[in-house]
């Protein structure tokens, strides 16, 4: 059995460049940064950073075009793919992550329930649930 999994959460070292290719599949590539956060020997903090490649096709690729930014936060669950090519003879490899699924963090700039100095918020937040306010009887329970 193989397994060719990769995914990270990172942000946008660059706009993504949209292009299509010459039998019309769009495609589009952006860089996203990943840290990694650790304590030494001696407990001082370190940190280091990752730089990847991704590579989206489809329609995802131009929503990704379209709603990505330079800095913006981004899950992406793909696999690894290295490229090779021939430049003024050298021999030249790429790595990239082939995105299967792009999933958007928040954007900047918009606000949460905590980044409200009272606590709230004055439009409900998109992970709150709003419930009904009747009652319930569980006599109308159909099981």
């Avoid at 669950?77 to 299967?100: C, F, M, N, P």
């Amino acid at each position: 059995m193989y397994l060719n999994k990769a995914f990270i959460i990172g942000n946008l070292t660059r706009d993504p460049e949209l292009r299509s290719l010459p039998s019309g599949v769009q495609v589009t590539t952006f860089g996203v940064a990943t840290n990694r956060v650790w304590k030494d020997k001696e407990g001082a903090r370190q940190e280091s950073t990752e730089f990847h490649n991704i590579v989206v096709f489809g329609r995802q690729a131009e929503t990704s075009a379209q709603y990505l930014k330079k800095g913006s936060s981004v899950l992406i669950e793909g696999r690894l793919q290295t490229r090779s090519w021939e430049s003024d003879g050298v021999k030249k490899y790429r790595t990239e992550i082939v995105a299967d699924r792009v999933q958007f963090g928040a954007r900047q700039g918009s606000t949460t329930p905590s980044d409200e100095p009272s606590g709230k918020s004055s439009k409900p937040s998109e992970d709150t649930v709003e419930y009904p306010q009747e009652e319930i009887n569980p006599d109308d329970i159909p099981f």
